[in-house]
DNA sequence: CATGCGTGGGG
DNA sequence: TCCCCAAGCAT
C-alpha cells in the first residue's frame, strides 16, 4: 500500500494524531463537508468550528440555505473574513437545489462549475465526501511537498505546474487511500511541518526529509509578500458591513458615514460591496444585507 | 498571472 | 508593537 515512500508513516501517523474534527466525521453529510472547506478558505480551523456548527444547526441541508435570502447567510458569516464567501455559499445552496435535485455533485467537473468551488475545494469535497482519488494541494500540503520532496523551507508564492505535478505523482493508486493520503498530509502540514516554527522532532518523514536532511536552509529569495490591511479599501468594506450585519433593519446613509473619514474611499468600497451583491440600496436611500 | 478580497491569533 | 499567516477563488 506504500504508494509513495511517505505514504505509510504519514498514514500511520494520521491514525494516531488526527484532529477530531466534525466534517471528518463518517456522518458528515457531503453539504456539511462543502460548508466546512469554504469556510476554511484562509481561515483557521478554530475560528470556523464555531460558525459551522452554527451554520449546520440552522442550515442542514442545501434546500434549508437557499429559502433564505442571499443577506441572511452575510449576517450568518458574522466576522469569519472574506464575506463573498457566504455569498457564494448561498449561490451553491441554491444551485444544488436547483440543479443538481438538492444533493452535492460528486463529479469533480461539476463541483468545479459551482460558486466559490476551485481547484482545491472540488478535489477536497470529491475526495473527503464521496471517496474519489484527486490530489489535493492547499498550503499545507504545498509547504509540506516543498519541504520533503523539493528541499526548501516555502513553496512559490503562486502554485505551480510542477507542484500540480508532483501532488497527483504521489498520490497512491487505491481511491481510498488516496483520500485518507489527502487529509493525512493536509494535517501534518498543519499541526507539525507549520510555516514558521516545523516541529521535526515529531515528524514521521523528518528522516526522508529534503530540506531537514539540506540543514534547513533559509529561505533565499524576493520577501515574501505580506497582507496590508490597515488603511486598506478591506477594512473599510469590513467596517461598513459591520454596520449591516449588526443591525436587524436597513440603516440610513448616515450609519455608514461614520466607520471611515475619508469620503473617497468610502464611497468606492460601498460601490464595490454593491457591486459585489454584498449591500442592497434601497429605493429610500437606506442600505441593507441583500434579499 | 498578479492582485484584491477580512479577520484575528500567535511569535 | 508589528508582522506573519490561515483547508483559495475570481478576475
Known sequence: MSDNPYSTPVLAWYESHARDLPWRRPDA???????????????PVVRVLPAWNAWMERWPTPADLAREPSGE???MWNRLGYPRRALRLHAC??????????RVPEDHATL??????????????????FGQRHAILDTNVRRVLARAETGVQYPPKTQTKAETALAESLLPSAPSVAARWGVAVMELGALVCTARTPACADCPIAHQCAWR????PAYDGPPRRGQTYAGTDRQVRGRLLAVLRDSAHPVPKGALDVVW????????????????????????????LPG
Open 29 to 43: 453529510s457531503p453539504w456539511s463537508i462543502l460548508v466546512s472547506e469554504i469556510m476554511l478558505q484562509q481561515t
Open 73 to 75: 447567510a452575510v449576517r
Open 93 to 102: 445552496a441554491v444551485a444544488i437545489t436547483e440543479e443538481h435535485g438538492g
Open 112 to 129: 468545479l462549475s459551482l460558486p466559490g468551488v476551485g481547484s482545491y475545494t472540488a478535489a477536497a469535497v470529491a475526495s473527503f465526501a
Open 213 to 216: 536532511l539540506a540543514g534547513k
Open 261 to 288: 473619514d475619508d469620503h473617497v474611499q468610502r464611497e468606492r468600497a460601498l460601490d464595490a460591496l454593491v457591486s459585489d451583491g454584498l449591500v442592497d440600496p434601497l429605493d429610500d436611500g437606506r442600505y441593507a
